[in-house]
Structures are given as C-alpha cells and as structure tokens.
C-alpha cells in the first residue's frame, strides 16, 4: 500500500470515528432532553432519561472513548441547555466516566457478551449514583437529602440496560 493510500485511508476512518462520535453526542443530548421525568423528590429527586441509551451503544459498539464523549458532551451539554449550569460540570465528569467504564470493561472483559454487558452497565450505575450522590452533598450541604435522588438514578440505568441489552450484540455485527 502506497503512502498517499494510506493517508487516505487514515484520514476516512478519522472522518468516519468524528461523525460516529458527533451522532452518538447528538443522540446522547436529544434522548436526555427529550426523553424524560423529573421524579417530584425532595433535593434533586432524580431525572429519569434515556440519554444512557446511546451513551452505552457508543460505548459498547465503538469503545471507551465513543463512550466517554457520548456520555461528558451530550449530557454536560443537557445541563447547560436546561439551565442546570451548577450541574454541568459534574456531569461532564459523571457521565464521561460512565461511558468510559462501560466501553473499557465491554472491551477487557472475555467472557459470555450478555455477563460482560451486564457487568459494564452495573459499573455504570455504581459510577452514576455515587457520582451524584456526592455532586448533591456538595451543591446542598447535606448528606440526607441526596439519599432521595439515588431510586431515580438506580432506574434510569436500569431501564436503559433493559432497551441496551437485546440490541447491543446484533448492533456490534452490524457496525462492523
């Protein structure tokens, strides 16, 4: 293969990896707008979205760094877009690293796909209620009232693991 070949070829998987990536943000962004509930609970109370749906496909379609981008941008940008700017940062951090364990994890992991999905998206569900748990300590200086809030972030990724999970290995055939 020649150089000039190869050049072209790197620069069409870079252009295909930047659209993947700008889709998966895009979907992250409008599943998390557009698709939810806000849970009438004391503090926070929880926000339930299926904006972990595209976030977990990314991550476990297109690796841990789809993931990542998925989950920080598209909702650290439903933050700022909603008026909960406090909030953003944390969730740039949160949900970037819910992407990443569960690409990282999907990709390590070599055992039955169905175990491994399973694991990756409890991971998730660990990184997203600790994560906010402590966010909620730190922007309400209580320890007692975020405890209202991890129910709602316990069923949103429960509920996208549920959509995630029959899809996920025949949408991996796919992409390839």
């Known amino acids: 293969m020649s150089a000039q070949t190869q050049n072209v070829s790197q620069g069409r998987n870079a252009t295909k990896t930047l659209v993947i990536n700008g889709l998966f943000i895009a979907l992250t962004l409008a599943a998390t707008m557009f698709i939810n509930v806000k849970l009438p609970l004391p503090g926070n109370g929880g926000l339930i979205h299926l904006g972990n749906v595209p976030v977990f496909i990314a991550a476990m379609v297109?690796?841990?760094?789809?993931?990542?981008?998925?989950?920080?941008?598209?909702?650290?940008?439903?933050?700022?877009?909603?008026?909960?700017?406090?909030?953003?940062?944390?969730?740039?951090?949160?949900?970037?690293?819910?992407?990443?364990?569960?690409?990282?994890?999907?990709?390590?992991?070599?055992?039955?796909?169905?175990?491994?999905?399973?694991?990756?998206?409890?991971?998730?569900?660990?990184?997203?209620?600790?994560?906010?748990?402590?966010?909620?300590?730190?922007?309400?200086?209580?320890?007692?009232?975020?405890?209202?809030s991890i129910p709602g972030d316990v069923i949103q990724v429960v509920v996208a693991a549920i959509i995630v999970l029959p899809l996920v290995e025949r949408l991996k055939k796919m992409a390839r």
Do not use: C, H
């Open 62 to 148: 297109y690796g841990k760094k789809s993931g990542a981008l998925a989950g920080a941008f598209g909702m650290g940008m439903f933050d700022l877009i909603s008026g909960w700017n406090l909030w953003a940062p944390f969730t740039f951090v949160i949900g970037g690293l819910m992407g990443f364990a569960v690409g990282f994890l999907s990709e390590k992991l070599t055992f039955r796909p169905a175990v491994v999905n399973t694991i990756a998206m409890a991971a998730a569900m660990i990184i997203k209620t600790v994560g906010y748990y402590f966010t909620e300590v730190i922007l309400f200086g209580n320890w007692i009232v975020p405890l209202s």
